[in-house]
């Protein structure tokens, strides 16, 4: 009788403790998930709002009667390919995060052109729209950099849960997979210098982050 309380109880010890230990496993890794899926709102929300900046911009100039149309629907088909790109919070794979930022990056590019040849029309340098961009893309692209930095420093700490035994049994388990980073494209880690001052002599740099 005591032998069989004996095995009992050590039978339900280990219960205990295996219950404990993939309780306290799982909770871990879904507290860590939901912190990447906030830190990418925040990456989502930042980029709305560079990419509500650009439209400010496409706006004065698609009234320009006299612009380069070519250079205008370039930014149009790419700013819509931009926009078109979303990715589900809860699967925020390697694959769908570097193609979020191709066609982010691709928009940037497409951007960055239009304002080289948008200085060949003063006028519409002298809009309010254009000022108010030039006063706020910096700030912007500062926030974009910070949330990006955030957003990846979540996924490494989650990324590194998972990997670590024992919780990389449960990880498998439960489902919980790899997240995927941001990575920099070069000169990235620096906002854009961006002048509509005619006199001067520099490119306008490219704002692709």
């Not at 239009?114 to 893309?137: G, K, M």
């Amino acid at each position: 009788m005591n032998k069989t309380l004996i095995v009992v109880g050590i039978i339900v010890l280990i219960i205990i403790i295996l219950y404990s230990t993939f309780k306290g496993a799982f909770n871990t890794m879904v507290t860590k998930s939901q912190d990447t899926e906030a830190k990418w709102a925040s990456v989502e929300s930042q980029y709305q709002r560079r990419n509500d900046l650009y439209n400010s911009v496409v706006k004065v100039i698609q009234g320009s009667a006299e612009f380069e149309r070519g250079t205008l629907r370039d930014v149009i088909e790419a700013r819509a390919r931009a926009t078109s790109v979303t990715v589900d919070p809860t699967k925020l794979t390697p694959e769908s995060i570097q193609q979020f930022q191709q066609a982010q990056d691709q928009f940037s590019s497409a951007f960055s052109r239009l304002l080289v040849v948008a200085e060949r029309y003063p006028t519409l340098q002298t809009t309010q729209q254009f000022r108010d961009f030039q006063t706020q893309i910096e700030g912007t692209e500062n926030r974009i950099n910070k949330s990006r930095d955030d957003f990846n420093l979540s996924v490494q700490d989650y990324n590194t849960y998972i990997k670590r035994f024992p919780s990389n049994f449960m990880a498998g388990m439960f489902g919980f997979s790899d997240k995927g980073y941001f990575r920099s494209n070069p000169g990235s880690e620096n906002p854009p210098n961006i002048d509509f001052n005619m006199n001067s002599n520099s490119a306008v740099p490219d704002t692709s982050r």
